[in-house]
């Protein structure tokens, strides 16, 4: 009777509730808190690990050919290395740059634009776009109950094998939480065990002069709209926020992105026109086109841009982008 | 003895789970009769139309007695749609002597819902009303084909919503009432499209001055049957 008692209980409980222990977010004390409400979803071993199978799983496109890692590739930063726009399902080019995913605990908006407030339905975005997976969510809930192994996986992270739009969205935004990147040479510095040179340490000056008030530390981005100077391309006709709003002062701003990591992401800016920092140095130097939010280019001598080329370096982190704990899952290799 | 006791540990929610004892009727109608899915219908204009998806949420189901709210429906946010009956027949078990003598809910879903992360059930993004291009609920989408409509395939897709100034589209609608116990509230889509205009507004995807203003004309064709 006891025994039956107790596993009832049991039962019930796993029936119903979020199973696997809490895990923490680890980041430096330097860090701002995070904006994502961690009480509406927390973070779980199990949750992690669904989400992380995900991500890496081309089902979620509509021929499941697709997957986000196609677009935001671990070994460059969670973004696509030498792809100036990003692609789809059927050989499809999108209109921007795929971003970096880094850090994504303390921005406020997504995309480009910001036309998503949160990270949990962020993923419905490019499941959905014609010009990346192409898929209905409906669908791809459907595909994933179909297969071997999604219902434990589910169970395991959730409490049963019931596969729901708001898990599959809760569980992506899980595993993309855990990408943090706070162990460059930058945070070292910060943290007392590394020393910048006299080269490094000339660019961090100019960089908190120059592109602090957009890209501020420790984050190096305020995570709000801004102009990056470029003259609208022609052919892509994309006029940033704009785009969003219908605000006429909106027209050309864009989210602004972090300064880590630069080194595994490029190209650079929202149609990754530059391929290398040196051209978008000149740019924000001899090429910006003036708005309320850029208003001139920043007077930078070769050797200043050389110090800042230096600093960026230090922002670079290879333990974000080789963590084992980022790659292509077990989970989703063949029995 | 063992195994009742089990089933009501696995179960707990199954006594509280009751039949509800009364229940809110939506009925979308046209031209006075009940809206049959995929129908077309003549219009006086000599034009004909038909509906082929027609859903909408509601928030904040209350009953009111001199204004004051006296029963709040435990489920804050209710899908309403044409093609699912059970969605039609909202059931509530009102506590005994309650006096009410108004019924309200807000059109729509409210901006501190909209602000949050992934959510389930009526409110998970698998039942369609969630845009994927840009966040937010829709908060009432109207799909069919009319005859006058200049689109192609005919096809007009009103998808309304947006819940950030100045478009919001969230509308408050309050009904007086006779009887609590049995209340009965028809749309009458034919009134709707009289106002909506399909030969110019036959696509519209965004939050936006004509989301607005069609939400408020969708509002103003629900009334309580008599």
Same mark, same amino acid.
């Given at each position: 009777?006891?025994?039956?008692?107790?596993?009832?209980?049991?039962?019930?409980?796993?029936? &119903?509730?979020?199973? =696997?222990?809490?895990?923490?977010?680890?980041?430096?004390?330097?860090?701002?808190?995070?904006?994502?409400?961690?009480?509406?979803?927390?973070?779980?071993?199990?949750?992690?690990?669904?989400?992380?199978?995900?991500?890496?799983?081309?089902?979620?496109?509509?021929?499941?050919?697709?997957?986000?890692?196609?677009?935001?590739?671990?070994?460059?930063?969670?973004?696509?290395?030498?792809?100036?726009?990003?692609?789809?399902?059927?050989?499809?080019?999108?209109?921007?740059?795929?971003?970096?995913?880094?850090?994504?605990?303390?921005?406020?908006?997504?995309?480009?634009?910001?036309?998503?407030?949160?990270?949990?339905?962020?993923?419905?975005?490019?499941?959905?776009?014609?010009?990346?997976?192409?898929?209905?969510?409906?669908?791809?809930?459907?595909?994933?109950?179909?297969?071997?192994?999604?219902?434990?996986?589910?169970?395991?992270?959730?409490?049963?094998?019931?596969?729901?739009?708001?898990?599959?969205?809760?569980?992506?935004?899980?595993?993309?939480? !855990?990408?943090?990147?706070?162990?460059?040479?930058?945070?070292?510095?910060?943290?007392?065990?590394?020393?910048?040179?006299?080269?490094?340490?000339?660019?961090?000056?100019?960089?908190?002069?120059?592109?602090?008030?957009?890209?501020?530390?420790?984050?190096?981005?305020?995570? =709000?709209?801004? &102009?990056?100077?470029?003259?609208?391309? !022609?052919?892509?006709?994309?006029?940033?926020?704009?785009?969003?709003?219908?605000?006429?002062?909106?027209?050309?701003?864009?989210?602004?992105?972090?300064?880590?990591?630069?080194?595994? &992401?490029?190209?650079?800016?929202?149609?990754?026109?530059?391929?290398?920092?040196?051209?978008?140095?000149?740019?924000?130097?001899?090429?910006?086109?003036?708005?309320?939010?850029?208003?001139?280019?920043?007077?930078? !001598?070769?050797?200043?841009?050389?110090?800042?080329?230096?600093?960026?370096?230090?922002?670079?982190?290879?333990?974000?982008?080789?963590?084992?704990?980022?790659?292509?899952?077990?989970?989703?290799?063949?029995? | +003895?063992?195994?009742?006791? @089990?089933?009501?540990?696995?179960?707990?929610?199954?006594?509280?789970?009751?039949?509800?004892?009364?229940?809110?009727?939506?009925?979308?109608?046209?031209?006075? %009769?009940?809206?049959?899915?995929?129908?077309?219908?003549?219009? $006086?204009?000599?034009?004909?139309?038909?509906?082929?998806?027609?859903?909408?949420?509601?928030?904040?189901?209350?009953?009111?007695?001199?204004?004051?709210?006296?029963?709040?429906?435990?489920?804050?946010?209710?899908?309403?749609?044409?093609?699912?009956?059970?969605?039609?027949?909202?059931?509530?078990? @009102?506590?005994?002597?309650?006096?009410?003598?108004?019924?309200?809910?807000?059109?729509?879903?409210?901006?501190?819902?909209?602000? $949050?992360?992934?959510?389930?059930?009526?409110?998970?993004?698998?039942?369609? +009303?969630?845009?994927?291009?840009?966040?937010?609920?829709?908060?009432? %989408?109207?799909?069919? %084909?009319?005859?006058?409509?200049?689109? $192609?395939?005919?096809?007009?897709?009103?998808?309304?919503?947006?819940?950030?100034?100045?478009?919001?589209?969230?509308?408050?609608?309050?009904?007086?009432? %006779?009887?609590?116990?049995?209340?009965?509230?028809?749309?009458? @889509?034919?009134?709707?499209?009289?106002?909506?205009?399909?030969?110019?507004?036959?696509?519209? +995807?965004?939050?936006?001055?004509?989301?607005?203003?069609?939400?408020?004309?969708?509002?103003?064709?629900?009334?309580? $049957?008599?």
């Amino acid at each position: 009777m006891r025994m039956a008692l107790l596993l009832g209980l049991l039962l019930a409980m796993a029936m &119903s509730q979020p199973c =696997g222990d809490l895990v923490r977010l680890i980041y430096p004390d330097y860090f701002p808190q995070p904006v994502y409400p961690f009480s509406d979803n927390p973070l779980r071993t199990p949750g992690i690990l669904l989400g992380r199978t995900l991500f890496y799983d081309p089902l979620l496109s509509l021929d499941n050919t697709i997957s986000c890692a196609s677009c935001h590739a671990p070994y460059n930063a969670f973004a696509h290395t030498d792809h100036a726009l990003s692609h789809g399902i059927g050989d499809s080019i999108g209109l921007r740059n795929a971003p970096a995913l880094i850090n994504l605990a303390w921005q406020p908006a997504f995309m480009w634009d910001g036309a998503i407030h949160h990270l949990d339905m962020q993923a419905l975005t490019p499941i959905e776009s014609p010009t990346e997976m192409g898929e209905e969510i409906r669908q791809v809930v459907q595909k994933l109950a179909a297969t071997p192994y999604y219902p434990a996986l589910f169970q395991r992270a959730f409490g049963d094998t019931a596969i729901t739009g708001e898990r599959l969205l809760k569980a992506l935004a899980q595993f993309q939480l !855990t990408l943090v990147s706070a162990n460059s040479d930058y945070d070292r510095m910060r943290q007392g065990t590394y020393t910048f040179t006299h080269q490094e340490n000339q660019g961090y000056t100019l960089v908190k002069h120059h592109c602090a008030p957009c890209h501020p530390e420790p984050l190096f981005s305020h995570y =709000g709209y801004s &102009s990056n100077g470029l003259p609208i391309d !022609t052919l892509l006709q994309d006029a940033g926020r704009y785009r969003m709003t219908g605000i006429p002062s909106d027209s050309l701003l864009f989210k602004v992105p972090t300064l880590r990591n630069l080194k595994y &992401s490029y190209p650079y800016m929202h149609d990754g026109r530059f391929k290398n920092l040196r051209q978008v140095l000149d740019h924000y130097s001899s090429g910006v086109q003036p708005s309320a939010t850029l208003k001139k280019n920043l007077p930078l !001598t070769p050797e200043e841009k050389a110090d800042i080329l230096a600093f960026l370096r230090t922002l670079n982190d290879s333990s974000f982008v080789f963590n084992p704990d980022f790659q292509f899952p077990k989970s989703l290799l063949p029995e | +003895m063992r195994i009742p006791l @089990l089933i009501y540990l696995l179960f707990p929610v199954l006594p509280i789970a009751a039949q509800p004892s009364q229940y809110l009727f939506f009925e979308p109608v046209f031209g006075g %009769k009940s809206l049959v899915l995929g129908q077309y219908y003549p219009l $006086k204009t000599g034009d004909s139309l038909q509906v082929e998806t027609f859903r909408f949420y509601i928030s904040n189901l209350r009953l009111l007695y001199h204004g004051q709210p006296v029963f709040i429906h435990p489920r804050t946010h209710l899908l309403i749609d044409s093609s699912d009956p059970n969605s039609l027949a909202v059931g509530y078990n @009102l506590p005994d002597g309650i006096h009410a003598d108004a019924l309200a809910f807000e059109l729509g879903v409210d901006s501190l819902t909209q602000s $949050k992360g992934a959510q389930g059930g009526d409110l998970d993004p698998l039942n369609g +009303m969630y845009w994927s291009w840009q966040s937010g609920y829709i908060s009432a %989408k109207i799909e069919g %084909k009319a005859s006058y409509c200049p689109a $192609k395939g005919q096809l007009f897709q009103l998808h309304l919503g947006g819940y950030r100034a100045p478009w919001n589209t969230l509308l408050p609608l309050t009904f007086n009432l %006779k009887d609590p116990d049995s209340v009965h509230i028809r749309i009458a @889509l034919d009134i709707f499209f009289t106002y909506a205009n399909l030969q110019q507004t036959y696509a519209v +995807m965004r939050p936006g001055a004509e989301a607005v203003s069609l939400v408020q004309q969708l509002g103003s064709s629900f009334g309580i $049957k008599p």
